[in-house]
């Protein structure tokens, strides 16, 4: 058996792991749901059971490590969690030390959105690039950079919070304490907003108004051009900031890609002279929900 590692991809609703070799190829899968009412604790024997089957099954000696994504800012150096609205029990929880401890096994953690971009590089649509930006559409924005063929961290690991840069000057307010950020004008939970704000309905998700906009509903229509008007202002800002050949979305909303993206590439072209001059792609990401656990199980083969 080849050295493997085990990738975890832990959200507020889903739990997987999957086992990958150094090659990316996915040895085994084990995917579950994430039960944040029953506790810490009891989600970090879930996460630990997991990794340990997996190791049972493939072989404890041949594991190079564990990488983890996880929602939240993380403290690279000491392996903690801050700033994770949707699982406030592990606020400053030092959940790297803990599942190191249980396991015996090197474990890394990294943010879940940049865990996704490093496995769009390793196995996705940014394979033959070393740089390139993520933008993930959810029910928030997240995002994740790439330089060099590793994760951007910044200072204290806060970096890529891409979801928060400002496209309206006085838009919507955003929970982060800003007004205009993308995710209030770009996300799932923006175009189910702004369905309900026109009167297409109180109770749309972002899927209904994408089969609105199939059916030729101008409002709907209307929604996702203006969805990519907010994207391009993002994506242009990002392309004059770092000149990289690739920038990549994914997430619950690319299905109406047809939709947001011509309004997206016009805003890019008229605000950005580096994209006009400048070999650039915007494209879709490539490996949908899967790419978390890739990247996080590349971690272990690039930190030695």
Same mark, same amino acid.
């Given at each position: ?5 085990? !990738? ?16 990316? /190829?996915?040895?085994? =899968? ?16 879930? $996460? ?10 493939? +072989? ?17 150096? =000491?392996? #903690? ?19 190191? /401890?249980?396991?015996?096994? =090197? ?13 769009? /590089?390793? $196995? +996705? ?8 930006? @993520? ?20 200072? @204290?690991? $806060? ?5 928060? #840069? ?17 995710? =209030? ?13 026109? +009167? ?31 994207? +391009? ?17 994914? !997430? ?11 309004? $997206? ?18 494209? /879709? ?20």
């Amino acid at each position: 058996m080849s050295e493997y590692s085990i !990738g975890v991809d832990l959200g507020g609703t889903n739990l997987r792991a999957s086992a990958i070799d150094a090659q990316g /190829k996915m040895l085994d =899968k084990i995917a579950g749901s994430t039960d944040l009412a029953a506790g810490r604790d009891a989600v970090i024997d879930d $996460m630990v059971n997991s990794i340990e089957t997996l190791r049972t099954r493939l +072989g404890e000696h041949n594991l190079r490590g564990v990488g983890i994504g996880i929602p939240g800012f993380i403290l690279m150096d =000491k392996g #903690l969690i801050i700033g994770s609205n949707n699982m406030p029990e592990f606020e400053n929880y030092p959940v790297r030390d803990e599942i190191e /401890k249980r396991l015996g096994a =090197k474990v890394i953690l990294e943010n879940d959105a940049n865990a996704a971009a490093l496995g769009e /590089k390793w $196995m +996705g649509a940014g394979r033959a690039v070393d740089d390139l930006v @993520l933008l993930t559409l959810g029910t928030g924005i997240g995002g994740g950079i790439i330089i060099g063929g590793r994760v951007l961290h910044g200072q @204290l690991g $806060m970096a890529a919070e891409l979801g928060h #840069l400002t496209v309206v000057a006085n838009g919507n307010p955003c929970g982060c304490g800003n007004r205009g950020c993308v995710e =209030k004008h770009a996300s799932a939970t923006a175009i189910a907003s702004m369905a309900r704000l026109i +009167g297409l309905g109180h109770d749309l998700t972002s899927e209904d108004v994408y089969h609105l906009a199939e059916a030729g509903n101008d409002r709907a229509i209307a929604i996702f051009r203006s969805m990519g008007e907010a994207l +391009g202002v993002a994506l242009a800002n990002l392309i004059n900031i770092f000149n990289f050949p690739l920038y990549l979305l994914s !997430g619950g909303p690319l299905p109406a890609w047809d939709y947001f993206a011509p309004a $997206m590439i016009e805003e890019v072209t008229r605000r950005s002279f580096t994209y006009r001059h400048a070999p650039t792609r915007i494209e /879709k990401a490539t490996l949908g929900n899967e790419a978390g656990l890739y990247g996080a199980a590349y971690l272990p083969f690039i930190h030695s």
